[in-house]
C-alpha cells in the first residue's frame, strides 16, 4: 500500500540498545533492535494502521533471540504519522531524537517518497549515523526506478509487478470484455490504472474501458454516485488499488446498489473490506498479493492462528515478517546492527519464507517473492481460515514464481563511497 495518505505508512525505525540477554554463536545474541513504526494510527485509516502496528509488535515478539540467527530481540514502537507526508517528517525527526537506525513504513506511498528522501539526506549528511528504511506496503514503482535509494528496502511488490500477475488472470478470461477502472486520487490510484492500461494492451486490447474514476483519497463517504457511473456504463467488472475505507465504502454502495459484478483488487483482504463483502452474499472478487488466507502450517501459521488468537483480527501483512526475517538474517551475516553493515549485507540476501526463498534484488532494493491470485469464497475443508470471523476466506487459484511477475528497475543507486 501506499499513499499521500495511502493505505499507511509505516516507518520501522531500528535503533540497538545494550545487551539484554546472553546467547550463543552470535556476537550480537542478547541485544535489542527497536523499531519505530510510522503509519497512520488515527484518522480514516487507523483501524489498518492499528492492525498493522499490531503485526509487527506481534511478529518481532515471535521472531526474537533463538529464532533468529542472530539472536536479537526486536522491539517495535508506534508512531502516528496521520497518513501525512509531513507529519512523516517530523515524525522521523522524532525517531531520530530518540536514537532509531531503521525506519519501516509502509501505507502510504506519499509519505514514503518522503521519508525515503529524507533518510537519504540524513545518511549523506551523517556517515557513521546511518538509517536504515524498510518499506513494507508503500508501493509506487518509482521508489525502486528514478527515485532509487541504497537505504531504502522494499517488502511489498510494488505497483506494477502486482498488475503483471492480476493482468495474466485476466488475459486468460474471454468472457471479461469491458471493465471500470476506480481508485484513490494520488500516485497509487493513478499507477494503478496507468499500469492496467499498458498491460491491457499487451494483453488483451479486445477489453474496453468502460469508463475511470479517481476520487479523493480517504475523504469519500458515500460511493453511491460512482457506483451509478459504473452500471451506467455497463462494464462487465471492476478494477481497482482502493484500500482501507475507501475500498469498504465502494463494496458498501454496491451492495446497496445491487451491483453484482468481479473485482479485481490489490486490498480486499485490508480490514474491514472482508466484513461489507460478506454482508453483500456470494461475490466474485479476486485479489492480487504476495499470500493468502490459509496459510495453517510451520511458524507462519502459528502467527497467523495466535495472532486471531489473541487479538480476534487477522494478521495479513506478511510483510512484517519477511522483513524481520531479512534484518535478522543479514545482521546475522554482518555480525552487528549497525544500519551501514547491514545495509550491505541485505543486498542480494535470499531467506526461506513462506512461500519458498525470497531475494532482497541488489539492483534496486526490491523484494523477489512469489506472487497469489486470490479468490473470495466461503470456506471449505481446503481453505478453513475465516477472514474477520465472515464464514469467507482468500483461497489461491494461481501461483506465480518470483520470476513471473519481476519487473526491470532504471535504478541508478547511489552507493557510499566506503560500501
Known sequence: MKFALKSVAVVAILAVAGPVFAQAKSPMAGQTVRIAFMDPLSGPFANVGQNQLKSWQFAAERLSGANNPAGVKFEVVGFDNKGSPQESLNTLKAAIDQGFRYVTQGNGSGAGLAIEDAVEKFNDRNPGKELIYFNYAAVDPSMTNEKCSYW????????????????????????????????????????????????????????????????PIGQVKDFSPYVAKIKQSGAQAIVTGNWGQDLTLLVKAMNDAGLKIPMYTYYAGVTGTPT??????????????????????????????????????????????????????????????????????????SVKSFAGDVTMRASDHQLQQTMFIDKWQKVDKAHPYSVENTGYTFAPIKEFAPYVSSTPTSCQMKRPSAG
Open 152 to 215: 531504502h528496502f522494499r517488502l511489498d511488490a510494488d505497483t506494477s509487478m502486482k498488475m503483471e500477475a492480476l493482468t495474466t488472470l485476466m488475459k486468460d478470461q474471454p468472457q471479461l470484455k469491458s471493465v471500470y477502472i476506480i481508485g484513490q486520487n494520488y500516485s497509487h490510484g493513478q499507477q494503478v490504472a496507468k499500469y492496467f492500461k499498458e498491460d491491457l494492451a499487451r494483453k488483451r486490447p479486445d477489453i474496453k474501458i468502460a469508463g475511470e474514476d479517481l476520487h
Open 276 to 349: 461489507a463483502l460478506a454482508a453483500g452474499g456470494e461475490s466474485e472478487v479476486y485479489m492480487v498479493a504476495y499470500n493468502h488466507s490459509n496459510f495453517s502450517t510451520g511458524e507462519i501459521g502459528g502467527i497467523v492462528n495466535d495472532f486471531k488468537k489473541k487479538f480476534n483480527d487477522d494478521y495479513y501483512t506478511f510483510a512484517t515478517y519477511n522483513g524481520l526475517k531479512l534484518l535478522g538474517a543479514a545482521i546475522a551475516k554482518a555480525g552487528s546492527a549497525e544500519p551501514a553493515k547491514v545495509a550491505k549485507a541485505l543486498e542480494g540476501l
